[in-house]
């Protein structure tokens, strides 16, 4: 699994659909100041023991203000799947994307990092699973890493 990890001040993920107006996007995860924006990638042989250690990896990570973890300060996690994290754009100009797990092995993989959070007593929101989404965040820093397990 791989994860680009952004410490925020804020972020928020919206769908097209999710509100009374088919049309109109609405948010369907936010979290509101410090804390992290979390896009989560899987491949072929990921597996949920990877899902756990993932959680408890983004849990315990001392990224935030003064060397600080999401449990130090139970700060919020925003958690968005995003099959792209395996693209490959090392040939031609078209990525390929043969890498990222298909949709019936990645959705519940995804779904399992964000029940091992929240049974670790994290505030987890979420996007939509293969929706178009609007993300929008503040990086503080700016602080972007890429954990991999």
């Not at 949920?48 to 449990?71: I, M």
């Amino acid at each position: 699994m791989r994860a680009v990890v952004q410490r925020v001040d804020g972020a928020g993920v919206s769908v097209a659909g999710a509100t009374d107006d088919p049309s109109a996007p609405g948010v369907v995860g936010e979290i509101v100041g410090e804390g992290l924006c979390v896009l989560v990638g899987v491949t072929h042989d990921d597996t949920p023991e990877k899902a756990a250690r993932l959680a408890r990896k983004l849990w315990s990570l001392r990224v935030l203000e003064g060397e600080k973890s999401c449990s130090d300060v139970n700060a919020p996690l925003l958690v968005i799947s995003q099959f792209t994290l395996y693209g490959d754009a090392r040939k031609g100009r078209r990525p390929t994307w043969n890498a990222a797990a298909p949709g019936e092995v990645a959705e519940p993989l995804v779904d399992e990092v964000v029940a091992e959070l929240r049974a670790l007593g994290a505030h987890v929101e979420t996007g939509r699973f293969g929706a178009d989404m609007r993300v929008s965040l503040t990086n503080h820093g700016p602080f972007t890493v890429i954990v991999e397990v």
